[in-house]
């Protein structure tokens, strides 16, 4: 009778434990579904779906170990799920909304991160996966490589690929180039 209560004390503390954790990553993982879906109720949907499986999975974590790459890896694997879906995307406007979109946007210091947000979709999602993760997210490359299932050496291309793409599209768009040649020049040094 003692060992069961024991028992089933320190597994209810082991479940408080793996929800605080959970909840702890909320907010980063939240910031790494909307960079990766674009949109604010597609990035819901995903940190909620992949909440709900590491709940079901939670058993396969193990514990003591950091939860971020495993929980990373959830939702790529749902997001890589979700993208081999065909999807026939769907909004409906209320007539409030619809003035407002019809509205022009004023003019303001925005283009930039417009163009950015533009560019980093305009990445291949293997690209930007690995970008979203290191730079944003700020995880090792290990951690990525191990959250991705792929080789620490693709991690390293994938990312130099990924930062000379935006740096083009960047260029190409007006947006850090024009802000480049407004402030004061790099010196190539050799």
């Known amino acids: 009778m ?12 082991e479940r408080q434990a793996d ?3 959970m909840l702890a990553c909320l907010p980063r993982l939240r910031r790494y579904a ?15 779906d992949t909440l709900e499986r590491a709940w079901q999975k939670r058993d396969s974590w193990k514990r003591g170990a950091d939860m ?14 979700q993208r081999r879906k065909p999807v026939l ?6 007539l409030e909304q619809a003035e407002t979109i019809a509205a022009p946007a004023p003019a303001t210091d925005q283009g930039l991160a417009l163009d950015l947000e533009a560019a980093l ?17 700020e ?3 290990e951690d990525v490589a191990v959250t991705l299932g792929i080789p620490t050496g693709t991690v390293m291309s994938r990312l130099s690929r990924a930062r000379e793409r935006l ?10 180039g024009a802000l480049g040649s407004a402030g004061s020049t790099l010196k190539v040094v050799k």
């Open 167 to 176: 740096r083009h599209a960047m260029d190409g768009a007006g947006g850090l």
């Open 89 to 94: 995307n769907t909004v409906e406007l209320e």
């Open 34 to 48: 909307r960079a990766l879906t674009g949109e604010r109720e597609g990035a819901d949907d995903l940190v909620q």
């Open 19 to 21: 929800e605080q954790a």
């Open 2 to 13: 003692f060992g069961r209560k024991a028992r089933l004390e320190r597994q209810q503390r």
């Open 121 to 137: 979709q305009a990445l291949p999602a293997e690209q930007r996966e690995v970008l979203l993760l290191v730079v944003l997210e």
């Open 139 to 141: 995880m090792r490359y």
């Open 68 to 81: 971020r790459p495993w929980l990373f890896a959830i939702m790529h694997n749902l997001h890589a799920d």
